[in-house]
């Protein structure tokens, strides 16, 4: 009799395991980090959502994250003309960066450089002509959404008094700093901020909620590393180019362009495929 239970027990549990009843196991799972199967079947089933909407409300909703991102420029140039010009000023004016990523990100809105990994999962599960064209047609009605949005608001930051002299002096500043690299130079910066925003996507895919903490830290270090990103980038390069600080050929040729294609590669080769592929050769295995 004794060496049945210990037999059972074995089975049941590692040796020197505590015995739990049913509540204290479900507690215990409740704690068990997300495998990346999980992870990976959780953002497929969003991306499955996000290619079966329609075209209409795609467009509605990057136009939403558009807009909302120019509340990122927005808070750095309020934070940037009230701080004093020292060597530390940065560190505090990026602090306003992640605002836009908040209100995209927290309100459900559609916003390009996510859509480097959610559709690309089922696409790399499928792989099948339909979910191809259906992921370019997400991707062109979102992108072009999100940049009426940046368009719009760009505008309206540089041709209008909504903010004092000094502040709009600011939004100048970070927005030529932001968009003055050469196009090599943009287009690594871009791969490292598609690959921290797809990361971003994918940590976020491994929790029950949306945690502000991770897209405070990872936005805040695109910021302060002076990374391209295509949306939030989009809003200072026409805030730049409808006011007459810089040339429109000047800036989608050094930033546009090569910011795209950077955002594109880092988020759909560096996490969308290796990602895929660690799911693939684990067998389908829980880790």
């Not at 004794?2 to 590692?14: G, H, I, K």
């Not at 002096?169 to 690959?195: D, P, R, V």
């Not at 590393?225 to 810089?246: D, K, N, P, Q, W």
């Amino acid at each position: 009799m004794l060496e049945t239970r210990t037999t059972e027990r074995t089975e049941d549990a590692p040796a020197h395991s505590p015995d739990l009843d049913e509540r204290e196991k479900r507690k215990a799972d409740e704690h068990l980090s997300a495998s990346a199967n999980i992870i990976h079947e959780a953002i497929r089933r969003q991306g499955e959502d996000e290619l079966s909407r329609t075209s209409m409300g795609l467009a509605w909703s990057g136009l939403a994250a558009g807009l909302s991102m120019g509340f990122s420029l927005i808070a750095e140039g309020l934070l940037h003309a009230a701080l004093p010009d020292t060597p530390w000023r940065p560190l505090l004016t990026k602090l306003g960066y992640p605002v836009g990523f908040l209100i995209v990100i927290v309100g459900r809105q559609q916003l390009f450089t996510e859509n480097t990994l959610t559709p690309i999962i089922p696409l790399l599960t499928r792989r099948d002509g339909e979910t191809f064209w259906n992921v370019l047609r997400l991707w062109a009605v979102v992108f072009a959404a999100n940049i009426v949005g940046t368009l719009l608001v760009g505008w309206v930051l540089g041709n209008s008094n909504v903010f004092e002299p000094g502040v709009r002096e600011s939004f100048k500043t970070l927005s030529l700093e932001a968009t003055g690299h050469g196009f090599g130079l943009s287009l690594l910066k871009g791969i490292f901020a598609g690959w921290l925003i797809a990361l971003m996507v994918w940590m976020l895919g491994g929790v029950k909620e949306v945690n502000i903490g991770i897209i405070v830290i990872i936005t805040y270090l695109i910021g302060i590393g002076r990374l391209t990103h295509i949306i939030a980038g989009s809003v200072e390069a026409f805030y730049v180019t409808t006011t007459g600080a810089a040339g429109w050929w000047e800036i989608i040729s050094r930033f546009t362009i090569p910011t795209l294609l950077g955002n594109v590669i880092g988020g759909v080769s560096l996490v969308a495929v290796v990602n895929h592929a660690q799911v693939i050769a684990s067998g389908g295995k829980r880790e």
